[in-house]
């Protein structure tokens, strides 16, 4: 009771808590999930695009729709509301695993490591093979990861690993 309130700022940790780092071998593992939910993630933005136009073009002309036109219309603002939804459902999914949609025009997502205690991402977006990149949080940047940074876990390396 007879300490006085310092700024909470004062006392914020520098670097990020171990369970927000990702390795890149953890992040290379979760791809395979990740590459799925983005995929769904761009067409569904696609789709929703497109009957956002659709539906604007609907309600230009209301006052002279009719039935079916009305009917258009209606279930266009149905299916935009659905397609949010889903949009918003996959976004939170990218969120429990961890993963960061960095750039949502070209998909690009962060998975997020350390990188000389700064918060950074290893980064990846549809039509790339794999992670082979990264960039710091506060830079748009993206650089090559280095090899080092590729380290196969025990179970590859174990004697025996490569038999057929």
């Given at each position: 009771m007879g300490r006085s309130n310092r700024n909470q700022a004062d006392?914020?940790?520098?670097?990020l808590i171990q369970e927000d780092v990702m390795t890149w071998?953890?992040?290379?593992s979760m791809l395979p999930l990740v590459r799925r939910i983005v995929d769904d993630l761009m067409a569904s933005d696609r789709q929703l695009l497109l009957i956002e136009e659709?539906?604007?073009?609907l309600f230009q002309k209301r006052s002279s729709l009719d039935w079916k036109g009305r009917s258009d219309l209606y279930?266009?603002?149905d299916e935009i509301k659905r397609l949010s939804s889903h949009?918003?459902?996959?976004?939170?999914?990218?969120e429990q695993v961890g993963i960061t949609l960095?750039?949502?025009?070209?998909?690009?997502?962060?998975?997020?490591?350390?990188?000389?205690?700064?918060?950074?991402?290893?980064?990846?977006?549809p039509g790339e093979a794999g992670i082979e990149w990264w960039c710091y949080?506060?830079?748009?940047?993206?650089?090559h990861v280095p090899q080092s940074w590729k380290k196969e876990s025990w179970h590859k390396r174990a004697p025996g690993a490569n038999a057929a």
């Open positions: 006392q914020t940790p520098e670097v071998e953890l992040a290379a659709k539906r604007d073009l279930h266009s603002q949009l918003r459902g996959l976004l939170v999914e990218l960095l750039d949502a025009e070209r998909g690009m997502i962060g998975f997020p490591t350390l990188v000389n205690n700064r918060r950074a991402f290893f980064t990846w977006r949080s506060s830079e748009p940047d993206r650089r």
